[in-house]
């Protein structure tokens, strides 16, 4: 789980082009919308596109993305339980 | 139709930025492709905001932030800017996900900003300006067409303090293909060698200059611009000769009343001639100067003369690196810009000391 926490940490900086951030700034805890890292409506899509590029994972049902995309922690507990 | 430029904003491959120094040095490019000298964007953007941008985005909030400090003018009754390619690195990068993906996992961000308006569209977004906002397209006529709906607005009073602005940026991909189509010189050639070039192509440019118009007239401005002519695809030497010379006589001036003409030489020896033959006989006593050396060839390119002609006006100076022989004329009251991209949209410029 750590593994991929910090994998998808660094998927997460590239692709949302967060130049000034370290993997190690974004507590694996901490809301990503908002507070937190302060993501928008736009990054959530890059996020969606993300999962379904990077892990082969299509986001059915958009009322579950609140859940998902809490933080990095239930992002990555998202992966594992559905990584094809 | 006339306008008094109240203030300026340029990113250029020279030190232009925010400085109250007029090219106190130049930097000499030898790559054949000059790229801007950015600043820290950190006082200009959101870091938010700015994660999303493309450099071209960057530059023009940038450079436009800069005339409205300088005019001292916070909103404008209307944005108008020009450019030939837009937001070239975010439309690449569009395109290339694209073709890598299949057409599968296109993400938003790259695409939203790559639309040619964006830069206008982001600087009114930052002033929360409602105003009238349009982007001009028109390749080598790009920036003219923004100064000419700047200065058709202020005549028929539908504006007092109007931005108007070219920016264009160059990318290794659009280096490359523009290569292929010999826009650029296949030998190496360094900026200040290119005035002696006798071969045909030029060396790549790219840059962001913004200008606040004003109707009035204040003790900041820089200059009064005159008059703006088109002069598409000319048959012949006298053809450009005689627009100029209308384009002159409309404001009651002849060749022998302009102190100063700033050429688009860009060393592209297809081109050259046009400019040389000018400089040589129908404006034989006016002071030459040239700007391609500083700047590079680009579509918007006479956004980087206007601003050029304008701090020469206003400081009553002329840089030694634009000079071509001995500067004729103690004082410079008349400025007339001529330049052309590629041979076809060729533009002139009439500017007057205030």
């Known amino acids: 789980m750590n593994e991929l926490i910090d994998k998808l940490k660094g998927e997460i900086i590239e692709q949302l082009n967060l130049e000034d951030v370290k993997k190690e700034d974004i507590d694996n805890d901490a809301p990503l919308f908002g507070e937190g890292l302060g993501l928008d409506s736009i990054d959530a899509l890059e996020l969606i596109v993300l999962l379904e590029k990077n892990y082969g994972i299509k986001v059915a049902n958009p009322a579950d993305g609140k859940k998902i995309f809490q933080s990095i922690r239930t992002m990555a507990q998202y992966i594992q339980d559905n990584k094809k | ?354």
């Open chain 2, 1 to 354: 139709m006339e306008a008094y430029i109240r203030g300026v904003g340029i990113i250029s491959p020279q030190k232009t930025f925010d400085t109250e120094e007029f090219l106190p040095e130049v930097v000499e490019y030898s790559n054949n492709s000059l790229r801007c000298i950015e600043p820290s964007y950190k006082d200009f953007l959101n870091p938010t905001l700015a994660r999303r941008m493309g450099r071209v985005i960057k530059m023009g909030i940038a450079a436009s932030s800069a005339c409205f400090k300088d005019s001292g003018i916070a909103m404008p009754d209307a944005i108008m800017t020009g450019t030939a390619l837009g937001c070239l690195e975010d439309t690449e990068k569009f395109l290339l996900a694209i073709i890598e993906n299949d057409e599968q996992f296109l993400t938003p961000t790259s695409f939203v900003q790559s639309t040619h308006n964006t830069v206008s569209a982001q600087i009114a977004l930052q002033l929360k300006c409602m105003n009238y906002n349009f982007t001009y397209v028109h390749k080598g006529y790009s920036f003219e067409s923004s100064v000419l709906d700047g200065l058709m607005t202020i005549a028929e009073g539908n504006g007092k303090n109007i931005l108007v602005g070219g920016h264009d940026e160059m990318t290794d991909k659009y280096y490359r293909v523009c290569d292929r189509v010999n826009y650029w010189k296949k030998e190496m050639t360094p900026t200040l060698q290119l005035i002696n070039s006798k071969t045909d192509g030029s060396v790549a440019g790219e840059g962001a200059a913004f200008f606040m118009l004003s109707a009035e007239a204040s003790d900041k401005d820089y200059a009064k611009l005159r008059s703006l002519k088109f002069i598409y695809k000319p048959e012949s030497q006298q053809e450009i000769e005689g627009r100029i010379g209308e384009m002159l006589a409309e404001k009651g001036l002849t060749a022998n009343d302009i102190d100063l003409v700033i050429y688009g030489i860009n060393g592209d020896a297809r081109y050259d001639g046009i400019y040389n033959q000018l400089k040589d006989s129908y404006f034989k006593n006016s002071t030459a100067a040239y700007f391609k050396h500083l700047c590079g060839e680009y579509q918007t390119s006479g956004s980087f003369a206007m601003w050029l002609a304008a701090r020469i006006l206003k400081s009553q100076s002329i840089p030694p690196s634009v000079l071509i022989g001995e500067n004729k004329h103690a004082s410079i009251k008349n400025v007339l810009i001529y330049n052309c991209f590629m041979g076809t949209d060729h533009a002139a410029f009439l500017l007057s000391q205030c």
